[in-house]
């Protein structure tokens, strides 16, 4: 069935350190992956999505690159800030039909320290 | 900015009690989801809804799960006899267009205690 594989937590950065979480993903078809981010005592938000092979999504500095040759959608960002201390969820989704549901990787929970 | 409400926040019940978690999609959405996070798991679809009707359930969805959209507003999802392993997260979504190109709004989630 499908999956999605993240890198376990906990991370623990220092503000302004480079971040990458890596998402894997097996699909019997064709998905859509996103990033979702919680942050404490809030619900999932998109952070960004790709709808296809070789496309970048991006906001508030985080970048993910849809490879499907690798078949991985690593989430990174330069420089983290401590108000990006939050868990982040790589999914996936396979439109057609009525499958629109997401299949939710375990989550990483990132703390940024000051 | 528009939101997708859940209530209640935190919900603790006995075993084999019957509990109702509601939730209020954003207005203007036409697909609506129930997703659960058992502690230290994966989030897990439950459940999607679209014109009064399931359009797709997971295992997890038996006979013990139901939901309704008892009028214009609210989206409730019913456990009948709730287990101790239903003890979790849950998450209410609604979108406006169904598919990987409609994106998935989501609650706060219900945390559901099972003594």
């Known amino acids: 069935g499908d999956s999605v594989t993240q890198m376990e937590g906990p991370v623990t950065l220092s503000e302004e350190a480079f971040l990458t979480i890596n998402c894997t993903y097996t699909a019997t078809g064709y998905p859509s992956l996103f990033w979702y981010v919680q942050y404490p005592g809030e619900g999932l938000q998109l952070l960004l999505k790709a709808t296809k092979a070789d496309d970048k999504g991006s906001n508030k500095g985080f970048e993910a690159t849809y490879r499907k040759e690798t078949t991985s959608f690593h989430l990174e960002k330069g420089s983290v800030q401590v108000s990006d201390s939050a868990v982040y969820f790589c999914?996936?989704?396979?439109?057609?039909?009525?499958?629109?549901?997401?299949?939710f990787g375990k989550g990483t929970l990132l703390t940024v320290n000051p | 900015e528009p939101e997708v409400t859940q209530t209640p926040s935190h919900q603790v019940t006995q075993m084999g009690q019957e509990v109702i978690l509601r939730c209020v999609p954003i207005?203007?959405?036409?697909?609506f989801y129930w997703y659960r996070q058992i502690l230290g798991q994966k989030v897990e679809f439950l459940v999607s809804f679209y014109n009064n009707e399931i359009s797709e359930k997971s295992e997890i969805f038996d006979d013990q799960f139901s939901v309704e959209r008892p009028d214009g507003s609210n989206f409730t999802l019913k456990i009948r006899s709730t287990k101790l392993e239903d003890s979790a997260m849950y998450f209410c979504?609604?979108?406006?267009?169904?598919?990987?190109?409609?994106?998935?709004?989501f609650g706060p989630g219900t945390r559901l205690t099972v003594l």
């Open positions: 999914a996936l989704s396979l439109s057609g039909g009525s499958n629109y549901k997401l299949t």
């Open positions: 207005s203007n959405h036409l697909y």
């Open positions: 979504a609604s979108s406006e267009i169904a598919g990987g190109t409609g994106e998935q709004f």
